[in-house]
Nanobody, 117 residues
Framework: QVQLVESGGGLVQPGGSLRLSCTAS????????RAWHRQAPGKQRELVAS???????AYADSVKGRFSISRDNARNTVYLQLNGLKPDDTAVYYC???????????WGQGTQVTVSS
């Protein structure tokens, strides 16, 4: 099993920045690619950004140029830098990893990001 713990959410004004962190523990040898998803009230969960073990990244069109995903493999930690935040970015942000052995998805508990003046 793999455990994912997120941190770094909060309340920020439009145009502000936050940095989210997600640290994995347990059988971390069974995960490589990591991702961040978000879910706003009344909406489906959506993929925000992903990163491979070797650092190849991909982003949703809605966050390109504003968000940046990175990772520190030695610390089993993935980061999501959120810049230029908009009210539409308000959501619970979830860290995700997939088990390369059995295909199971692991999820963190989520961290709330609220963008409001």
């Amino acid at each position: 099993q793999v455990q994912l713990v997120e941190s770094g959410g909060g309340l920020v004004q439009p145009g502000g920045s936050l940095r989210l962190s997600c640290t994995a523990s347990g059988l971390t040898s069974r995960i490589n690619a990591r991702a961040w998803h978000r879910q706003a009230p009344g909406k489906q969960r959506e993929l925000v950004a992903s990163i491979t073990y070797f650092g190849r990244t991909a982003y949703a069109d809605s966050v390109k140029g504003r968000f940046s995903i990175s990772r520190d493999n030695a610390r089993n930690t993935v980061y999501l830098q959120l810049n230029g935040l908009k009210p539409d970015d308000t959501a619970v942000y979830y860290c995700n990893a997939k088990d390369i052995v059995n295909g199971n998805d692991y999820w963190g508990q989520g961290t709330q990001v609220t963008v409001s003046s």
